[in-house]
C-alpha cells in the first residue's frame, strides 16, 4: 500500500516503520525508540510530571527551556523521556518550578496544581 505525499510520489507505508505491526488495521503505536531501549517507568514519570507542570503555568516548551537555561529540543525530550538527565539538569527544572529536585521527583497530583 502506498501513500501519496504532496510531491505526487509514492512512498510506501510500510518503509516508515518498518519494525512496527499491529494486528488491528487501524492501530496506532509510538515509534520504536531512537536510543534503542525503553526509558524506565521513573523517567516517564519525571517527563510526565514537568510536562504537567509546564501546562500547569500555561508555559510553553520554549518559555521552560529559557526560565531553566536550557534548550527547547531538549526539554522536549525530557518530557518523551528520551533522554536521562543530570542532577545539575534536575536542579535546573526544579528551580524553574520553584520546586526542590525532591519534590520534581515526586508523582504529579494534576488536581493539586
Same mark, same amino acid.
Given at each position: 500500500?502506498? =501513500? @501519496? @505525499? %504532496? ?5 510506501? &507505508? ?8 499491529? %494486528?488491528?488495521? =487501524? ?5 520504536? &525508540? ?10 516517564? $514519570?519525571?517527563?510526565?510530571?514537568? $510536562? #504537567?507542570?509546564?501546562?500547569? $503555568? ?5 518559555? #521552560?527551556?529559557?526560565?531553566?537555561? #536550557?534548550?527547547? %529540543? ?5 518530557? $518523551?523521556?528520551? @533522554? ?13 518550578? =520553584? ?6 521527583? #515526586?508523582?504529579?497530583?494534576? @488536581?493539586?496544581?
Amino acid at each position: 500500500m502506498a =501513500d @501519496h @505525499h %504532496s510531491t505526487g510520489k509514492e512512498c510506501p &507505508s510500510e518503509v516508515l516503520y518498518p519494525d512496527i505491526t499491529c %494486528s488491528e488495521p =487501524d492501530c496506532v503505536r509510538e515509534p520504536p &525508540s531512537p536510543y534503542g531501549k525503553s526509558p524506565s517507568e521513573t523517567a516517564k $514519570r519525571l517527563g510526565m510530571t514537568i $510536562r #504537567l507542570l509546564r501546562v500547569s $503555568r500555561g508555559w510553553s516548551q520554549e518559555t #521552560l527551556a529559557e526560565i531553566a537555561g #536550557l534548550e527547547r %529540543s531538549f526539554v522536549g525530550a525530557v518530557e $518523551r523521556a528520551e @533522554h536521562n538527565i543530570t542532577v545539575a539538569t534536575a536542579e535546573k527544572l526544579a528551580k524553574a518550578f =520553584d520546586m526542590t529536585v525532591a519534590e520534581l521527583l #515526586l508523582p504529579c497530583d494534576i @488536581h493539586k496544581l
